[in-house]
Each structure stands twice: as structure tokens, then as C-alpha cells.
């Protein structure tokens, strides 16, 4: 069964960092696009980062831009997010997807959660 799995979240001071894992089993990532989004409680779920599967530009939202980094690793069918110097308003669960940048998918996994706070 295709499916993505998110881990490598948790809890981290402000101005930490931490690497989150997307996972792909029963599928290869090589020629998909990767989404990163996240819902925090009380809003709605927001694009935090995305790369097509028909280029090489990876998009990044404006609060999110300079601190956190899509990447992926197609041998190991994993992508990536690298998120940087963290914020208490970066606390969310965070999503991974294999949906193209515009558009919104309606089926998602676990995620993973992340809190930001000291």
C-alpha cells in the first residue's frame, strides 16, 4: 500500500532546529512533487513548502522563507525538511504530500507534531 509517513518532530526552544522526515513506502519520490504543509490549532491548514515534479523551483511561504529547507533524497524515497531557527509560531503538526504545488489535496497522513516553546 502507497503511503507517506512523517516523523522527526518534537519539542524545541525557540531558535532550534529540527529535521523532519517524509517517508515513502510502496512508491518511489523520484518523479513526484513534495509538499510540506502545516495546521495549527484553531487555523487552517497552511503551504509551508513545495517543490513540482516538472521543475527545479521549490516554493516557500513568506513566514517560513530563509529558515526552513525542502529537500529529498529519491535513492532513500525520503524528503526532507529542514526547519531553522525556530518559532513558537511555527508549533503545528506538519503534513507531507505528493501533490503539485497548486493544488490542495484531500487525503493525509499522520503527521508529525512540532512545539516550539522554552
Known amino acids: 500500500q502507497a503511503q507517506l509517513v512523517e516523523s522527526g518532530g518534537g519539542l524545541v526552544q525557540p531558535g532550534g532546529s529540527l529535521r523532519l522526515s517524509c517517508a515513502a513506502s510502496?512508491?518511489?519520490?523520484?518523479?513526484?512533487?513534495i509538499g510540506w504543509f502545516r495546521q495549527a490549532p484553531g487555523k487552517e491548514r497552511e503551504r509551508v513548502a513545495c517543490s513540482n515534479s516538472y521543475d527545479n523551483s521549490i516554493y516557500y511561504a513568506e513566514s517560513v522563507k530563509g529558515r526552513f529547507t525542502l529537500s529529498r533524497d529519491n535513492g532513500k524515497s525520503t524528503a526532507y525538511l529542514q526547519m531553522n531557527n525556530l518559532k513558537p509560531e511555527d508549533t503545528a503538526i506538519y503534513y507531507c504530500?505528493?501533490?503539485?504545488?497548486?493544488?490542495?489535496?484531500?487525503?493525509w497522513g499522520q503527521g508529525t507534531q512540532v512545539t516550539v516553546s522554552s
Open positions: 510502496g512508491f518511489t519520490l523520484d518523479y513526484y512533487a
Open positions: 504530500t505528493t501533490a503539485e504545488c497548486n493544488i490542495v489535496p484531500n487525503d
